[in-house]
């Protein structure tokens, strides 16, 4: 069996995690792991469950808080070329996980293939897209998915196909270890018409969410028939702040994290936001955010 020492070249140890989050707060990771191919990550994983470390997958960060103690274990990012490339045929578009979605955007828009338009804004990696189903009323990538290749504890592939998988309200039934490459089927359209729905779905999302300069997240599930942020809004939670964690007044469903915030922070008014919430509608609202 392979020791940590086998795998010194790909492992970071004590490495902030801040810098490769969207809200830039939280501790470090006891190991960031970059695999340089798949290889290496199948050895890895099965080292990892073997030995029962804690292992957790990083996508672009946009949905994620860390806490301010850090994560124990081995956290993965998969950031090199073996996860990062898409590859276009007819209709359907293959994409690691590691790609960020506004790429996989861009690519099957240059190739006139549609359907991902309404994604267009929506910040993330095609792995945490897939498991938590990106998108909003308008359209999610989940519609799109075929097949998506995963990794199991042993370090070995397998692919779900299209029949096996189920995508919700930001949900998916996608609990691999590690998801590897997704294919999708999408529809041809001419470019132009492809590109003048994507500068309207992109106007449209950022005129109600934070500025683009502003580190923040969505935080909070909408609830069935509801919106958070009308609820946050009518609470009158809007530019409330706890420490450096502030409620975003151009959609309350955001938190804004101003420089100099901690993690404790945003725990605390996720807290103060979802009390009053309760004690005025009667409604729980469900955390979207992952923390870690």
């Given at each position: 069996m392979a020791g940590?020492?086998?795998?010194?070249?790909?492992?970071?140890?004590?490495?902030?995690?801040?810098?490769?989050?969207?809200?830039?707060?939280?501790?470090?990771?006891?190991m960031l792991v970059q695999p340089r191919s798949r290889e290496e990550l199948s050895r890895f994983v099965r080292y990892c469950f073997a030995e029962r470390i804690p292992l957790r997958v990083l996508g672009s960060g946009c949905n994620l808080l860390v806490r301010d103690e850090g994560v124990s274990g081995a956290v993965l990012r998969l950031s090199e070329?073996?996860?990062?490339?898409?590859?276009?045929e007819g209709n359907r578009v293959?994409?690691?996980?590691?790609?960020?979605?506004s790429n996989l955007i861009a690519q099957a828009a240059q190739h006139g293939l549609a359907g991902f338009e309404t994604l267009v804004g929506i910040p993330g990696s095609v792995g945490g897209a897939l498991r938590c189903n990106a998108?909003?009323?308008?359209g999610d990538i989940g519609q799109f998915v075929r097949q998506v290749e995963v990794m199991d504890s042993s370090g070995n592939t397998q692919i779900r196909e299209?029949?096996?998988?189920?995508?919700?309200?930001?949900?998916?039934?996608?609990?691999?270890?590690?998801?590897?490459?997704?294919?999708?089927?999408?529809?041809?359209?001419?470019?132009?018409?492809?590109?003048?729905?994507?500068?309207?779905a992109w106007i449209a999302r950022k005129a109600s969410q934070p500025l683009s300069f502003q580190a923040a997240a969505?935080?909070?599930?909408?609830?069935?028939?509801?919106?958070?942020?009308?609820?946050?809004?009518?609470?009158?939670?809007?530019?409330?702040?706890?420490?450096?964690?502030?409620?975003?007044?151009?959609?309350?469903?955001?938190?804004?994290?101003?420089?100099?915030?901690?993690?404790?922070?945003?725990?605390?008014?996720?807290?103060?936001?979802?009390?009053?919430?309760?004690?005025?509608?009667?409604?729980?609202?469900?955390?979207e955010i992952t923390v870690w």
């Open positions: 940590l020492d086998d795998f010194a070249d790909i492992i970071k140890r004590n490495e902030p995690l801040a810098p490769y989050l969207y809200l830039r707060v939280g501790g470090p990771a006891e070329p073996a996860f990062t490339t898409i590859r276009v293959q994409a690691g996980t590691g790609v960020a979605v998108g909003d009323r308008y299209r029949d096996e998988l189920r995508f919700g309200e930001h949900a998916s039934n996608l609990d691999d270890p590690v998801l590897l490459t997704a294919w999708f089927q999408l529809e041809a359209d001419s470019p132009d018409a492809i590109v003048k729905r994507m500068r309207k969505r935080i909070f599930k909408d609830p069935r028939g509801l919106r958070a942020a009308a609820l946050i809004e009518q609470t009158g939670l809007a530019r409330t702040r706890v420490g450096g964690a502030e409620v975003s007044d151009r959609d309350a469903n955001y938190f804004i994290v101003h420089p100099g915030a901690s993690t404790r922070d945003v725990l605390r008014l996720i807290d103060l936001v979802r009390s009053r919430v309760q004690e005025r509608f009667n409604v729980t609202l469900e955390q």
